[in-house]
């Protein structure tokens, strides 16, 4: 993978959008060392900022009054634009619709293609209670766009499963661009939900946790199988 851009995308808060973000950009580094690019859109809770290990950019897009400045996102696409390396933009809720209609408008997907960039949006499915806005969510996503697509099925253990999405109507109408999926299979909350939520308050990538006293062999070990599992589905894709 080289020249690359990923926009994650999905205008629901609190579904994962900045773990899988940090998943991509941790593969990336994983696969291409040295070649990672991260933004943070996100206004009000900037996350995937305070990860000191992957190279992140906040990007500020709010007025003193706290409406979002559409001509704020230049600077960003600007930098994308003059970079080579592979690029990863986490979007918050408070974002997704201006920073989509930024795009739309601007054609800046079509301007990033032209310029021989890979470009990927990553739109995200929800299990249980979150199924119904985060398919309606894909569904405009891949209405909106022909840019290629990576589906993540984010099975969260208190949320549920993603009631077999790939075979509804609705994916199978939008799947053209469709080039690869990801599933985050529910794991037990007690071990797995926890070392994966250890993480995230932490802020720390998993090269960073395996030098870490604060995590034990076991915490270790799981984890190293979530991003080993990540990894694997990862590579499946067609990039």
Not at 153 to 178: H, M, P, Q, R
Request: charged share 25%; hydrophobic share 40%.
């Amino acid at each position: 993978m080289k020249n690359s851009v990923h926009f994650v995308l999905q205008g629901k808060g609190g579904i994962g959008k900045t773990l899988i973000s940090t998943f991509i950009a941790q593969y990336i580094n994983d696969r291409n060392p040295g070649t990672l690019k991260t933004f943070d859109t996100d206004q009000e809770n900037a996350t995937l900022a305070a990860y000191k290990g992957l190279n992140v950019t906040p990007i500020d897009v709010m007025n003193e009054d706290r409406t979002i400045n559409r001509k704020m996102f230049d600077k960003m696409m600007l930098d994308i634009l003059a970079t080579d390396e592979n690029v990863v933009i986490d979007n918050g809720a408070n974002t997704f619709s201006p920073l989509m209609s930024y795009l739309m408008e601007n054609q800046f997907i079509d301007l990033l293609q032209d310029s021989g960039k890979d470009v990927y949006i990553h739109s995200i499915i929800g299990g249980g209670d979150n199924l119904k806005d985060t398919v309606s969510g894909f569904s405009s996503l891949a209405k909106q766009t022909s840019c290629p697509m990576i589906v993540w099925l984010n099975e969260n253990a208190s949320w549920g499963g993603t009631d077999n999405f790939i075979d509804s109507d609705v994916f199978v109408k939008n799947s053209e661009n469709v080039r690869g999926i990801v599933l985050l299979q529910g794991r037990n909350s007690d071990t797995f939900g926890d070392d994966i939520k250890r993480m995230q308050k932490a802020r720390l990538t998993l090269n960073e946790i395996m030098e870490n006293p604060d995590f034990n062999v076991l915490e270790r070990s799981r984890l190293n199988s979530v991003f080993r599992d990540v990894y694997k589905k990862l590579d499946a894709v067609e990039w």
